[in-house]
């Protein structure tokens, strides 16, 4: 889609958001923030911020999350991919991770395509390694920080930074498990974004059935999960098509030509549905897109981009994730609006 057009359908939407509710997906609350009743445990989801090393643009950014954080008081930020896509990736990855250990809670990153080292780089120019950094110093990084809760993960799976994080309630019983992964950056084999590998799907059902076990003594007695990955699953696309007309489309906006989907199929939803354990799954990388859609008992939900430098978005917030002590969860979604200084809180779903 051309730009100018992304740009008229980004006005066409915020209009609509302004005007209040009238399609049933935003209620305005602003900085009157009330808790949803039962929550045990709050998560902002934030996704896509791509820092850029300027230090007035980036502060954009900032202050949205900082809005956020100010109004929801989340007990974790989970950051879902692409907090930079800058060049010189150290520099700028570095004043996320600062800006995001500032707040002084507990967060949660998995990797998106665009963090690790800039392909561009020719073979005989010099990297300074105080700037510029692949995956893996980046994770040695993350594993550093004392609130970021992120691990690399086995290093027998495909991937960096798959694993786990299970909350618990103030009796300390486990209520749910927050499972973080890697879905890698491009297929080089088929073209265009990558997929959950096949020992991913494997490390997936272990991480599931091991949780049981260790929880309720039964492997096949799950407990309650949430996903968070960077590039959202082919059954995104799937399920907002299913969902239209129904009550499964529970908010949000699919654009036009809007698909970063792998290229390829793996059986990861399937193995969700099969074991029973997920109950919804949060994504990025869309930036235009940020609906949430239920299908076969999952709901699929795309983060709202936070991204205020590079690429032009509709709305740009964070989702909250409100988990109950029955270990069931609801979203609201956080949204600050060009020229608005106030957080708008979109209805329960």
């Given at each position: 889609?051309?730009?100018?057009?992304?740009?008229?359908?980004?006005?066409?939407?915020?209009?609509?958001?302004?005007?209040?509710?009238?399609?049933?997906?935003?209620?305005f609350?602003?900085?009157?923030?009330?808790?949803?009743?039962?929550?045990?445990?709050?998560?902002?989801?934030?996704?896509?911020?791509?820092?850029?090393?300027?230090a007035?643009?980036?502060?954009?950014?900032?202050?949205?999350?900082?809005?956020m954080?100010?109004?929801a008081?989340?007990?974790?930020?989970?950051?879902?991919?692409?907090?930079?896509?800058?060049?010189?990736?150290?520099?700028?990855?570095?004043?996320?991770?600062?800006?995001?250990?500032?707040?002084?809670?507990?967060?949660?990153?998995?990797?998106?395509?665009?963090?690790?080292?800039?392909?561009?780089?020719?073979?005989?120019?010099?990297?300074d390694?105080?700037?510029?950094?692949?995956?893996?110093?980046?994770?040695?990084?993350?594993?550093?920080?004392?609130?970021?809760?992120?691990?690399?993960?086995?290093?027998?799976?495909?991937?960096?930074?798959?694993?786990?994080?299970?909350?618990?309630?103030?009796?300390?019983?486990?209520?749910?498990?927050?499972?973080?992964?890697?879905?890698?950056?491009?297929?080089?084999?088929?073209g265009?974004?990558?997929?959950?590998?096949?020992?991913?799907?494997?490390?997936?059902?272990?991480?599931?059935?091991?949780?049981a076990?260790?929880?309720?003594?039964?492997?096949?007695?799950?407990?309650?999960?949430?996903?968070?990955?960077?590039?959202?699953?082919?059954?995104?696309?799937?399920?907002?098509?299913?969902?239209?007309?129904?009550?499964?489309?529970?908010?949000?906006?699919?654009?036009?030509?809007?698909?970063?989907?792998?290229?390829?199929?793996?059986?990861?939803?399937?193995?969700?549905?099969?074991?029973?354990?997920?109950?919804?799954?949060?994504?990025?990388?869309?930036?235009?897109?940020?609906?949430?859609?239920?299908?076969?008992?999952?709901?699929?939900?795309?983060?709202?981009?936070?991204?205020?430098?590079?690429?032009?978005?509709?709305?740009?917030?964070?989702?909250?994730?409100?988990?109950?002590?029955?270990?069931?969860?609801?979203?609201?979604?956080?949204?600050?609006?060009?020229?608005?200084?106030?957080?708008?809180?979109?209805?329960?779903?």
């Amino acid at each position: 889609m051309k730009k100018w057009m992304k740009v008229l359908l980004s006005i066409l939407l915020v209009a609509v958001l302004i005007v209040g509710g009238t399609l049933g997906f935003v209620t305005f609350y602003h900085k009157d923030y009330k808790e949803v009743e039962d929550t045990a445990f709050k998560i902002l989801q934030i996704t896509d911020i791509h820092i850029l090393n300027d230090a007035k643009k980036d502060a954009k950014a900032f202050k949205t999350i900082t809005a956020m954080v100010e109004t929801a008081k989340p007990d974790m930020i989970i950051l879902t991919g692409d907090l930079t896509s800058e060049k010189e990736n150290f520099t700028a990855f570095k004043t996320g991770c600062a800006f995001l250990e500032s707040f002084n809670i507990p967060w949660a990153f998995v990797f998106g395509n665009h963090e690790g080292l800039d392909i561009s780089y020719a073979e005989n120019e010099v990297i300074d390694p105080e700037k510029i950094a692949d995956r893996q110093t980046l994770s040695d990084y993350l594993e550093s920080l004392p609130n970021c809760i992120y691990e690399a993960g086995d290093e027998n799976v495909d991937g960096m930074g798959n694993y786990y994080y299970n909350v618990k309630n103030e009796n300390g019983e486990v209520i749910t498990s927050l499972i973080m992964m890697d879905s890698h950056s491009y297929d080089e084999v088929n073209g265009g974004y990558d997929h959950f590998h096949e020992n991913q799907v494997e490390w997936y059902e272990n991480t599931v059935k091991t949780i049981a076990k260790e929880v309720n003594g039964d492997e096949s007695n799950v407990v309650p999960s949430l996903v968070f990955f960077h590039v959202p699953m082919l059954e995104y696309m799937t399920a907002y098509d299913e969902a239209k007309g129904t009550e499964n489309r529970l908010w949000g906006f699919r654009f036009p030509n809007e698909d970063g989907t792998p290229a390829a199929d793996d059986q990861m939803f399937e193995k969700m549905v099969e074991l029973g354990s997920t109950k919804g799954c949060f994504a990025g990388h869309d930036h235009m897109n940020n609906y949430s859609v239920m299908k076969d008992g999952i709901r699929l939900t795309f983060g709202l981009s936070c991204d205020h430098n590079i690429y032009v978005v509709p709305v740009r917030g964070g989702v909250l994730i409100n988990v109950k002590n029955d270990g069931s969860f609801t979203t609201r979604h956080l949204m600050r609006h060009r020229g608005q200084s106030s957080i708008t809180i979109g209805k329960e779903q």
